[in-house]
């Protein structure tokens, strides 16, 4: 049943209570469905194989007490006609099945315990039909917080069972053959069950087990998608729990925010739902500033040809008059740094995001790099998000369009600036080169979203609310495609930039 969980582990990674999960799944009855239509084939194959113990007992019979045994007990040819998969609230998933039918094939012997010792031997067939199977099945977490599945109960009652026997004194075997039946009917239940709670406990945990709790996204940056409470299982929909949170690796520290309240589950027509808070975005952006990377050195180089301004006091001669008086004709620099993390807000209607930073302008006289002034500057903008496949891997990821900046002048070695007369340079520079290079280092990677083996969206719809993505997918999934692991996706060289 490796395989037939892959659903499963695929929500349960998509899952924590903290107070609130930055990232939440639930996995529908539909979803439910085409685990069972992938999984129970699977089961099946694996039930046509087992093993059964060997059986061992005495009867009384017309010529005394016998002691007999059965052995070599294999079991073939299992079908399972009609199998669900359902929710039980409040306890976890049952797997039910009905109308199971199969063969056992095996060896008896026979030998009376007085004197004269009286035996046979030979084979039998038993024939098993109008079973019932019942596995209830609990999802958790452990202390790491990886998720892990077991068994609560087994029941694979058997409505109608019959043996025939062949061989030396098989006649005679058949005298008591109902009180062998019994002994076999039990071993048989209890074997299937040994098997297919195995198979899940087992198994199915191995599989789990290779999920990624923690997703490299850069050399300093991870994140974290852990269990952080367990399932909950409604009626018509198992819901999970994840933290959802950047950390920093070299020095890992308490984001300063926590994710808020999502919505209660609402139906969905599709297999999957995935929540994914606006939380996951500024814990990102918060590790960033943390690490100390949101900076960027804008040289010409890195300009359009095209621009009608280029870093050289000669263009900022009617926006900074007092620059190009000080500094004719000579090149500049831009060093822009964030000075706070930066906020990304979801709604309804629209992607919010809002970048608090610095510009200082240098200017290049003879090799010596000169300080002229600092601009305080809050950029503005907006976000598309969108999903795309990269090999096996959903990759959720944004792309920023620029809207406007608020500037101040925070700092001048050059005497009075009249800000106002720089929104239009500044605009220009945020929209063809600062906004850009964000989109190519931060925006277009994305983060992979967790999932096993094989399995990924199909058509993918998604939806925005109140500081949450919502994305409703039906899964398909293909056995024969592996995964080699984590890739880091990595951007584009910072600079120059292809604008």
């Known amino acids: 049943m490796v395989r037939a969980t892959f659903l499963l582990a695929f929500a349960l990674f998509c899952s924590v209570s903290a107070p609130n999960p930055g990232f939440r799944t639930e996995i529908t009855q539909k979803g439910l469905d085409y685990v069972r239509q992938i999984g129970i084939p699977i089961l099946e194959e694996k039930l046509k194989s087992i093993d059964i113990p060997k059986v061992t007992g005495e009867a009384d019979s017309p010529i005394g007490t016998v002691s007999y045994y059965a052995e070599n007990l294999v079991g073939s040819h299992l079908v399972i006609p009609s199998s669900a998969l359902t929710v039980v609230p409040n306890v976890g998933l049952e797997i039910a099945a009905k109308e199971i039918s199969m063969l056992v094939t095996g060896k008896w012997h026979y030998r009376r315990n007085g004197w004269p010792h009286i035996e046979g031997t030979g084979t039998f067939d038993v024939t098993v039909s109008?079973?019932?199977?019942?596995?209830?099945?609990?999802?958790?977490?452990?202390?790491?917080?990886?998720?892990?599945?077991?068994?609560?109960?087994?029941?694979f009652n058997i409505g109608h069972m019959s043996i025939d026997f062949h061989g030396t004194g098989s006649w005679f075997y058949n005298l008591f053959s109902n009180v062998i039946s019994n002994d076999v009917k039990g071993v048989i239940e209890k074997s299937v069950c040994n098997l297919a709670t195995k198979e899940i406990s087992v198994e199915a945990n191995a599989a789990l087990s290779t999920l990624p709790i923690v997703e490299k996204v850069s050399s300093f940056s991870e994140i974290n998608f852990e269990l952080i409470s367990a399932p909950v299982f409604n009626e018509s929909y198992l819901q999970t729990f994840h933290k959802g949170e950047f950390l920093y690796v070299p020095h890992p520290v308490q984001v300063p925010y926590q994710p808020t309240s999502l919505p209660p589950a609402s139906p969905s027509s599709r297999m999957m739902t995935i929540w994914l808070t606006d939380y996951i975005a500024n814990s990102a952006g918060f590790v960033y500033q943390?690490?100390?990377?949101?900076?960027?050195?804008?040289?010409?180089?890195?300009?359009?040809?095209?621009?009608?301004?280029?870093?050289?006091?000669?263009?900022?001669?009617?926006?900074?008059?007092?620059?190009?008086?000080?500094?004719?004709?000579?090149?500049?620099?831009?060093f822009v740094n964030a000075t706070a993390p930066p906020y990304l807000n979801i709604s309804k209607s629209s992607v919010n995001l809002t970048f608090p930073g610095e510009v200082t302008v240098f200017v290049a006289d003879n090799g010596i790099i000169i300080n002229t002034f600092t601009l305080g500057i809050i950029m503005h903008g907006t976000v598309h998000i969108a999903l795309r496949q990269n090999g096996t891997k959903e990759i959720i990821y944004g792309n920023a369009t620029y809207l406007k900046s608020d500037i101040t002048l925070l700092h001048s070695n050059i005497g009075h600036i009249d800000v106002t007369k720089l929104e239009s340079a500044v605009n220009a520079l945020c929209l063809l080169v600062a906004v850009p290079y964000l989109n190519v280092k931060y925006g277009a990677p994305g983060i992979q979203i967790p999932s096993i083996d094989g399995a990924s969206f199909v058509d993918p719809v998604i939806t925005q609310g109140q500081d949450y993505v919502r994305i409703d997918t039906d899964i398909h999934y293909d056995s024969s495609l592996k995964k080699s692991g984590f890739v880091q996706l990595k951007s584009s060289e910072e600079s120059p930039l292809d604008i």
């Open 130 to 155: 109008d079973v019932s199977l019942s596995i209830i099945v609990i999802v958790g977490a452990d202390a790491s917080g990886q998720p892990n599945v077991s068994s609560k109960s087994c029941e």
């Open 290 to 334: 943390d690490a100390n990377v949101l900076h960027l050195n804008v040289t010409q180089n890195m300009l359009p040809s095209n621009l009608p301004i280029q870093l050289n006091t000669s263009s900022f001669k009617y926006f900074l008059p007092t620059l190009y008086e000080k500094y004719p004709n000579l090149p500049m620099q831009l």
